[in-house]
């Protein structure tokens, strides 16, 4: 450090003392006489109330609730006597040069209408039962009938027949 840079370092830190003494002595009456004040009341009285917690609040309303009113369920029609519900799984049918499919809830070479119970999709197909069936499956749609009801994905997937 050179001879000036000690002189500003110097000059900074007479600067710096001066001015917190002054802060000090210019803050230190009144911060004596409130703490004087506070002490000597603090000292002298005694509190006058006893904190009480308010009672809690309940959010809702009554202590009685009404009782609950039963829910309407919709429910679809039973099935009619030409009608049966039914799993539907997919198969490509190879050399199929009309919509088949197969099943055997039904007598072969019946024209069948298959809806998607849950989407209200439908397609028409003749009942062709020579395909073994798998667990699981009441019928066997071709493939782009089953697309046209449903997405392969959710095979098997619940579907009214009816002839």
């Given at each position: 450090m050179?001879?000036t ?7 900074a830190t007479?600067?710096?003392?001066v001015?917190?003494?002054?802060l ?15 002490g000597s009341?603090?000292?002298?009285a005694a509190?006058?109330?006893v904190?009480s ?5 309940f ?7 009404p009782?609950?009113e039963?829910a ?16 539907a799984g ?16 039904v007598?072969e070479?019946y024209?069948l209408?298959?809806t998607n119970?849950n989407n209200g999709q439908s397609?028409?197909?003749l009942?062709?039962?020579n ?8 019928i066997v749609?071709d ?8 997405d392969l ?6 579907v009214r027949v009816?002839w």
């Amino acid at each position: 450090m050179n001879f000036t840079e000690r002189r500003r370092v110097t000059m900074a830190t007479i600067f710096t003392l001066v001015a917190f003494i002054a802060l000090w002595a210019a803050n230190r009456g009144d911060a004596g006489s409130e703490f004087d004040s506070i002490g000597s009341t603090a000292a002298t009285a005694a509190p006058t109330t006893v904190y009480s917690p308010e009672p809690p609040i309940f959010v809702g309303g009554n202590d009685a609730d009404p009782p609950p009113e039963p829910a309407d369920v919709a429910v679809g029609p039973a099935p009619a006597a030409n009608q049966r519900l039914a799993k539907a799984g997919f198969h490509t049918y190879q050399g199929a040069t009309i919509a088949v499919c197969s099943t055997n809830l039904v007598p072969e070479n019946y024209v069948l209408q298959v809806t998607n119970v849950n989407n209200g999709q439908s397609v028409s197909c003749l009942n062709w039962p020579n395909l073994a069936l798998p667990a699981g499956t009441d019928i066997v749609l071709d493939t782009f009938l089953f697309v046209t009801i449903a997405d392969l994905s959710d095979a098997p997937i619940t579907v009214r027949v009816s002839w």
